[in-house]
């Protein structure tokens, strides 16, 4: 096996080459272009990446030398032989090589370096061709057999196109046959998708304008309950009607299709509410039993559906308002005579010894009745909350003015509570006419008025419970004034002990005011807030409340007998004692009536007048007392005299004011000075009496204010020059308090100018 042939051996053998001189062979060679493109690879680079590959697979071409590749050689040079037509001049080596193949082995072997490569430069054009020769014979090789597939599909396709032909014919044979059929399937195809548009319009149709099996079942059986499923049949059946009603307004007229449509879901809707009517009535007349009153939803709706039918409605609100009727007179009865379930609460009746309780009881059930009442009808008409707060006014309306829903709330109400109002009012008929105190007759009254307005916020001026109450209070009211008018009476006619010492009010007249006492109390606790007795007008001008003008016709009757009484009683004590005793008789009886009505912003009526007539009995009394103490003073001829003086001869000359009489008055009223210093401080004992003290400082200071003027007016006529009187200044200094008005009213301790 020759060694492989390195890089660098090719290279000298190539330089080698290339320094000899081409021959006549080489020269011919050369020509060759095979040779010319080997000796440009032998010359080239081989530097290049690709030019070591292509050397390296050289390499490995001619690196084996063993019998294999020897056989290879031989075997591809026989073949070269058989095939080609020309032979170079080694051909006799190659013979000799292929004779005796293992002395080529061995020659190679022992052969110089460099032999291989010369040797396989020299063979390479050869094994080249013989490489390619065996390329061809494969090639052909294979390309018969592809030849021979070929053959074999050509006579499939001539098969193939034989059979096609048949198949066409036998297709034009069946088309030009079938042709009509098609036509006619073409033309059923178009028919029936006609036919389908159609029926999908008469399905839409029908389902727009009538009712499937189950919706005429919920508006006609009486196997379906009025609900959901029932609305729903009956708005579709209203829909209906309503869009055929705009498909028969065309032009040509109403057509028998819609003429029919409108028949039938008028007869199924006249149905459907004949079955709401039905069911409206029995549910009326079961919930109508029941104490707790609660409107469902079905039965809203269901209410609502048969307003557009109000002869229907009024027949269903008739059984409504004729069960109530006597649920509510019944549950009255019961709670008047039973009470309540397993006895709580009590049975009202159980109070009738209590007069405010059974009657407060009665008007308070009466009360949550009607109240339960009007709020079960509002939700059975859907009446929304008109934002009113709990005990406020509730506004009416005339009927003219009222809405359909409040009209048919106000007549359910009067019709429920119609029949209550016949046991309600006998009883307090009888309750009131029972009663003898006139203070229980008046909180009966007061009672009565006040569900009266609370109620009537509630059901209207015009309803049957409103005028009972109207009736009641003023029978309440009537039983109150006559038995006040009684007690009037009974005052006027009691008899008084004229002996009796005692200037302090009588005892009818103390028992007469303290029922006045409470009848104002009890009058001032319905005000509530409507306490002031005079308001603000338009315009700023003053305005009597309502309160004040309430209380008119109680003060009229219970005051003015008072005061008359003590007036009377006044002018009997005349006769046994003296005028002082009966003007402080009086004033300590008016006065303990004021006291008793000025925590009481209402009877300010009354209270003027009385405080008129005090006024006046307190100018009489202190005229009386200035007068008394003048006596007691010594001053009383003296001030008459000086103020009756006319100027037509001196007041000196005057029979009883003359300087010596004058000197005897003004040492009296000294001497009084000095001796009554109770009097003269602050009291008098003649007004010890009065029950008032402010009433007897007053008039003490009145007479007293007078007297100090009445003391200067004296002084002043005495300094007159005209009135001739000698030393004037010391006639009126050599008593006490010495001429000074001054000096007096210090001694009063009154301001100097001050009366009252």
């Known amino acids: 096996m020759s060694p492989p042939v390195s890089l660098s051996q090719t290279r000298s053998s190539s330089s080698i080459n290339s320094e000899r001189k081409p021959s006549g062979s080489w020269a011919s060679q050369s020509r060759n272009p095979v040779s010319l493109r080997l000796y440009k690879v032998l010359g080239t680079n081989f530097d290049d990446e690709s030019t070591r590959d292509a050397l390296q697979t050289l390499s490995e071409l001619y690196a084996s030398g063993s019998s294999s590749g020897s056989e290879t050689n031989l075997k591809g040079k026989e073949g070269a032989k058989n095939d080609l037509s020309f032979r170079d001049e080694d051909d006799e080596e190659f013979e000799e090589k292929r004779a005796h193949p293992s002395a080529g082995t061995l020659q190679y072997e022992e052969s110089t370096p460099g032999e291989a490569a010369g040797k396989a430069r020299k063979n390479l054009k050869r094994d080249m061709e013989v490489r390619l020769a065996e390329g061809s014979r494969h090639f052909l090789k294979v390309l018969s057999q592809v030849d021979e597939k070929l053959s074999a599909l050509q006579k499939h396709v001539s098969a193939m196109h034989v059979s096609y032909d048949e198949a066409e014919k036998q ?19 178009e028919e029936r998708q006609e036919v389908e548009v159609q029926k999908s319009i008469v399905s839409l149709f029908l389902e727009r304008f009538t009712l499937n099996e189950e919706e005429i079942e919920a508006l006609t059986s009486r196997d379906v309950p009025v609900g959901k499923r029932f609305f729903q049949a009956m708005d579709k059946t209203e829909k209906i009607r309503e869009d055929c009603r705009v498909l028969m307004a065309g032009e040509d007229g109403p057509t028998k299709a819609g003429a ?19 069911w409206c009535s029995y549910e009326f007349r079961q919930i109508g039993r029941d104490s707790q009153l609660e409107v ?19 027949e269903s609100l008739a059984s409504l308002s004729l069960t109530r009727q006597t649920t509510l007179t019944s ?42 009442e009007r709020e079960f009808l509002e939700a059975l008409f859907s009446v929304k909350n008109d934002m009113r707060m709990v005990g406020s006014a509730r506004e009416f309306r005339e009927k003219g003015q009222m809405s359909e829903e409040e009209e048919w709330i106000k007549e359910l109400m009067d019709a429920a509570v119609g029949k209550v109002c016949v046991p309600l009012k006998v009883r307090v008929q009888q309750t009131v006419r029972s009663q003898e105190s006139a203070i229980m007759s008046y909180k009966i009254a007061n ?19 409103s005028t009972t109450l109207n009736e009641i209070t003023d029978l309440a009211y ?9 007690q009037s009476r009974f005052l006027t006619r009691a008899a008084l002990d004229l002996d009796d010492a005692s200037l302090t009010p009588p005892i009818p007249i103390l028992d007469h005011v303290q029922i006045l006492r409470e009848i104002m109390t009890v009058y001032q606790s319905s005000l509530g807030d409507d306490e002031e007795g005079e308001t603000n007008g338009e315009g700023g001008e003053k305005k ?16 003015q007998p008072a005061v008359d009484m003590c007036l009377n009683a006044a002018e009997g004590k005349k006769r046994l004692r003296p005028a002082w005793d009966r003007d402080v008789f009086v004033l300590n009886c008016l006065s303990y009536l004021l006291s008793v009505l000025e925590p009481f912003r209402f009877t300010k009526p009354q209270q003027d007048a009385i405080q008129e007539a005090i006024d006046s009995r307190v100018e009489e009394l202190t005229e009386e007392h200035f007068h008394n103490i003048m006596v007691d003073a010594g001053l009383d001829k003296v001030a008459a005299l000086c103020e009756n003086h006319d100027g037509s001869e001196p007041l000196s000359h005057v029979p009883g004011i003359q300087p010596s ?22 009291s008098s004992p003649r007004l010890s009496r009065l029950t008032l003290q402010r009433l007897h400082t007053q008039i003490h200071h009145a007479a007293l204010a007078r007297m100090a003027k009445t003391y200067g007016m004296i002084c002043e006529r005495v300094r007159r020059k005209e009135n001739r009187y000698e030393a004037a200044a010391t006639l009126l200094g050599t008593e006490r308090p010495f001429g000074q008005v001054g000096l007096l009213w210090q001694i009063f301790g009154l301001k100097e100018g001050e009366e009252e």
Do not use: C
């Open 331 to 372: 549950s009255f009865l019961t709670a008047l005579t039973r009470g309540g379930p397993s006895g709580l609460p009590r049975p009202i009746e159980l109070h009738a010894h209590d007069p405010l309780r059974y009657i407060g009881d009665m008007l308070a059930w009466v009360h949550q009745a009607i109240a339960a």
């Open 171 to 189: 297709l034009q044979l069946t088309n030009e046959s079938s042709k009509s059929l098609l036509e006619r399937a073409g033309n059923l195809r």
């Open 661 to 682: 009489q004058l000197q005897s008055a003004l040492a009296s009223f000294s001497h009084w000075l000095s001796t009554s210093i109770e009097v003269v401080s602050s």
């Open 447 to 465: 009672l009565l008025q006040f569900y009266k307005i609370t109620m009537t916020k509630t059901i209207g001026d015009d309803a049957i419970l």
């Open 260 to 278: 029919d449509i409108m028949a039938s879901t008028a007869s199924q809707l006249e149905q459907g509410y004949e079955k709401i009517l039905r």
């Open 296 to 314: 469902s939803t079905t039965m809203r709706e269901a209410v609502r559906r048969l307003r557009k039918r109000p002869e229907l409605l009024n």
């Open 544 to 559: 009597t409340s309502p309160a004040v003008t309430g209380f008119l016709k109680i003060g009229d009757v219970m005051v």
């Open 478 to 486: 009537k039983a109150f004034f006559d038995s006040v008018e009684a």
